[in-house]
């Protein structure tokens, strides 16, 4: 249905083909009274049209009984339409070929041999009631579009494909429904252990009613509108080749795939120039914020083809967490696997945020408090430091089981996925110095030596040396210190990374993606995204300068009163160390040259000489 010039017949009688079902111009079916009033140039009347209406009514009976047909017919009031229909509502689907008067009206001009003068286009337009149920189509996409997207929604196809329905995948699967998506859903059958995940999975929440599921590859694919977006949330690693390998066959030109976890950036840029040479898209896209976020909106870091990103925009952008501003919290970042990137560094801050958290309890716990005095000195930083990590700390602390505090029956081995461990190896790779990094994923790796610390402390005993004399507020702000300085650290490599990648990537926008919906969201970030508009160099802002000179003689109280007192904090130490390094103009750098040039005659450049040139001595 549309106006006359919208392309009913074109369209219908491409989709007819297609469908391999006969079409028939309603035009054809007028009666000869009828003609001859509109090619004088009369509009018809609605008794006119009841004869020729009925006739197409039947005309569709009849063709149901066979099979089906497409026609093509103006349609413009909605009680033509209910005639058209009569008695087979349920077995007609209207398609609404949309487009602006100007438009059509250009159409019509062009347009030889038509019994229609354009002049009555406008009336067509007064007429037209919009259908409520209608699959409505744009008619400047081209032609070839317009099949695909009427096909899409006569077969009831779905939008979004989400494969692998583990804890972020199902909650995802939940956040598009309930943002109203058409969805397909994917689960792998593993006999008696994986069985009916995805239909189990649909049968607990009302909201995902309309979602279709599947454990058969293909069929899951074939449910989707073209091109396809299908959203990988399977384990990073292996994995994602084995799922990319069996989806491969079933997949169309320009189908897009996002890998929604925490893969390595240099296998999503391997993965993403194999799947072009397939005519597939590759999505790299960081998901942050758990559990609770993927449901209720995450974090989204998506990168590769722009393109191809603009084709899943609208999905990830609606499911993403929402900023102070209620802008999504999902940009495209970049090419390649920039996503991925941004992701691990994401990753990498969040493992220091919650070491200097867990340096924090310690200090505390050496001040004598309980975890109920843990927490409450915790809240009470709320107003003056908040952060997602802050708020679920204090929370841990608070936990009790049968009378007593959980957190102190947890094994003091810390796990780890990966990706903390990936941005110690970027970091050294690109030269840069992210030392608090380095030092909470070793904490971690301490930790994992539980046998070895029983039997050590029995040799090295704990001396407290001193009174620790450190103030809630001394704490607080050798906190706040440590966090901006492993914030420098994280972006810095974010900057490198870009420089050296040429991925020309914007860090204000990072930081306002990172201010909610993911791990690392506080206030600080929400501070940095402003910072990030002026400088690459946070040391630089002259706010934050102020606030590390301010925080510096509280972290270094902090530090040296931990260190005489054999209390284990190696993050807080290093972000006085790593200040300390970065902020002397000559270092002993000069020593480790000479050193160099000694045994390996490596050579070293003169401060009397800036031409660069390299000097080699004979030091003994
Ligand atoms: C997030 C988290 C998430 C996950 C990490 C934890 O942003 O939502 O970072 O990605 O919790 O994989 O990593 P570890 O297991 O290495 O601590």
Request: glycine share 8%; hydrophobic share 35%.
């Amino acid at each position: 249905m549309g106006v006359s010039g919208s392309g009913k017949s074109t369209i219908g009688k491409l989709l007819a083909q297609d469908f391999k079902i006969p079409f028939f111009d309603g035009d054809d079916f007028h009666p000869e009274g009828n003609v001859v009033k509109m090619s004088s140039g009369n509009p018809l009347n609605d008794d006119d049209r009841k004869v020729w209406l009925e006739t197409l009514n039947n005309l569709a009976k009849q063709q149901l009984t066979k099979n089906s047909c497409v026609i093509a017919c103006s349609a413009l009031k909605q009680k033509y339409r209910d005639t058209l229909s009569s008695t087979i509502e349920s077995q007609t689907k209207w398609v609404h070929l949309s487009g602006s008067f100007e438009q059509i009206l250009e159409r019509l001009r062009i347009r030889k041999g038509h019994f229609m003068p354009s002049e009555l286009l406008k009336s067509q337009f007064e007429t037209l009631e919009q259908p409520k149920s209608a699959i409505t189509i744009d008619i400047t996409l081209e032609l070839k579009e317009i099949i695909v997207e009427v096909k899409n929604h006569l077969e009831d196809k779905s939008e979004f494909g989400l494969f692998g329905l583990g804890v972020m995948g199902k909650s995802l699967c939940r956040n598009l429904a309930n943002n109203g998506f058409k969805i397909s859903m994917f689960n792998r059958h593993v006999e008696d252990v994986e069985v009916d995940i995805a239909k189990n999975f649909r049968a607990e929440f009302p909201e995902l009613s309309n979602a279709s599921t599947f454990d058969d590859i293909s069929a899951f694919v074939n449910s989707l509108h073209q091109p396809r977006r299908i959203m990988l949330m399977v384990n990073a690693g292996k994995t994602i080749d084995y799922v990319i390998e069996d989806l491969l066959p079933h997949l169309s030109k320009n189908d897009i795939l996002i890998d929604g976890g925490n893969s390595n950036y240099k296998k999503t840029k391997k993965r993403n120039d194999y799947l072009k040479t397939k005519g597939i898209h590759l999505i790299g896209a960081g998901v942050s914020g758990g559990e609770e976020g993927a449901l209720k909106g995450p974090s989204i870091m998506p990168s590769g083809d722009l393109d191809a990103y603009k084709q899943v925009q609208p999905f990830l952008e609606t499911i993403s967490a929402k900023d102070q501003n209620g802008l999504p919290c999902c940009t495209y970042v970049g090419p390649e696997g920039s996503g991925h990137f941004i992701k691990m560094v994401h990753n990498g801050i969040e493992y220091v945020e919650m070491q200097l958290l867990a340096e924090v309890a310690t200090i505390l716990k050496a001040l004598g408090q309980n975890p109920d005095d843990i927490a409450n000195t915790l809240e009470s930083w709320k107003d003056r430091s908040n952060s997602y990590l802050l708020e679920i700390t204090t929370t841990i602390f608070g936990k009790k089981e049968g009378g007593e505090f959980l957190v102190n029956k947890v094994l003091d081995k810390a796990g780890n996925k990966g990706t903390g461990n990936w941005t110690t190896i970027a970091s050294a790779e690109l030269g840069v110095p992210n030392t608090l990094i380095a030092s909470a994923l070793f904490s971690r790796y301490i930790s994992f030596y539980k046998e070895e610390r029983i039997q050590l402390s029995k040799n090295f005993k704990k001396v407290i040396t001193t009174e620790l004399g450190i103030t809630s507020n001394d704490l607080l702000e050798a906190y706040q210190f440590a966090r901006i300085i492993n914030h420098y650290q994280g972006f810095k490599l974010i900057n490198e990374a870009s420089n050296r990648f040429n991925w020309s990537l914007n860090l204000s926008e990072i930081a306002r993606i990172w201010t909610n919906g993911c791990i690392i969201r506080s206030s600080l970030m929400e501070k940095l995204v402003e910072v990030f508009k002026n400088t690459t160099n946070i040391l630089t802002n002259p706010e934050i300068i102020t606030l590390i000179n301010l925080y510096k003689t509280s972290a270094k109280k902090v530090v040296s009163q931990c260190v005489l007192n054999d209390l284990a904090i190696p993050a807080f130490a290093e972000a006085i160390q790593f200040l300390n390094g970065i902020t002397t103009a000559y270092t002993s750098a000069n020593i480790i040259q000479a050193q160099r040039d000694y045994f390996g005659a490596h050579t070293y450049q003169r401060l009397d000489d800036d031409s660069g040139k390299n000097y080699h001595t004979h030091w003994n």
